[in-house]
């Protein structure tokens, strides 16, 4: 099976654009989260998507949002962005069944922001 | 308050010897516990997860449970220095709560 694909890998952009990050789940996979990792931070959750449908939501600001498609592709979008948003992106698709469950990471898209 | 704790490390082990790694959390009902590793620059990988009190092992690994106490481990046994990385303890209260991460432990194993 394929692994979790991101695209882009790498993105520069300048403060007040916005930006669209792209995630492929394994195939088969209904569940995408997505986290945001800096040196600072660590890895910090910023929403989950299960067949369509927001499933949960970290504590960002509502300029990150996110949808995921019929076919459990994913984006997510940064409006408006800061310095701040610097940071490597990763999305994670999720599987589980009975007592097994899984979560894979994609690569990321390395996000920088001048 | 974290949701999830691990010591941020760096842990150094000789290399052959077992390598330790904690981590504890807070939510009594988490019914989901896994462990990651992340190489520097790279994306994180699942290693084990565990959902039953006990000892879970694969290969050199091995992973502890304890929900009364609240903790989790992971042993590494006969380190090597390919195991130098970041191990991120990661908790799921139910399959429909979200993943919380720990921030994670450097572990270096030293020649």
């Known amino acids: 099976k394929a692994g979790v694909t991101q695209t882009p890998r790498y993105l520069i952009k300048t403060r007040g654009q916005q930006v669209t990050l792209s995630c492929s789940p394994i195939?088969?996979?209904?569940?995408v989260s997505w986290y945001q990792q800096t040196p600072g931070q660590g890895l910090q959750f910023l929403f989950e998507y299960f067949s369509e449908t927001q499933r949960n939501k970290g504590n960002f600001p509502g300029r990150f949002s996110g949808r995921q498609f019929s076919n459990s592709r994913s984006e997510m979008n940064v409006s408006t962005l800061e310095l701040g948003d610097s940071a490597l992106y990763l999305c994670a698709s999720y599987t589980s069944g009975g007592s097994f469950e899984t979560q894979y990471f994609g690569p990321g898209t390395r996000l920088l922001v001048l | 308050q974290k949701e999830v704790e691990q010591n941020s490390g760096p842990l150094s082990v000789p290399e052959g010897a077992i390598a330790s790694l904690n981590c504890t959390y807070s939510d009594r009902g988490s019914q989901s516990f896994f462990w990651y590793r992340q190489y520097s620059g790279k994306s994180p990988e699942l290693i084990m997860s565990i959902y039953s009190n006990g000892d879970k092992e694969d290969g050199r690994f091995t992973a502890q449970l304890n929900k009364a106490s609240q903790y989790v481990s992971l042993l590494i046994r006969d380190s090597q220095p390919s195991d130098s990385a970041t191990y991120l303890c990661?908790?799921?209260?139910?399959?429909?709560?979200?993943?919380?991460f720990g921030s994670g432990t450097r572990l270096s194993i030293r020649p």
């Open positions: 990661a908790v799921r209260y139910s399959s429909a709560s979200k993943i919380i």
């Open positions: 195939s088969g996979h209904r569940s």
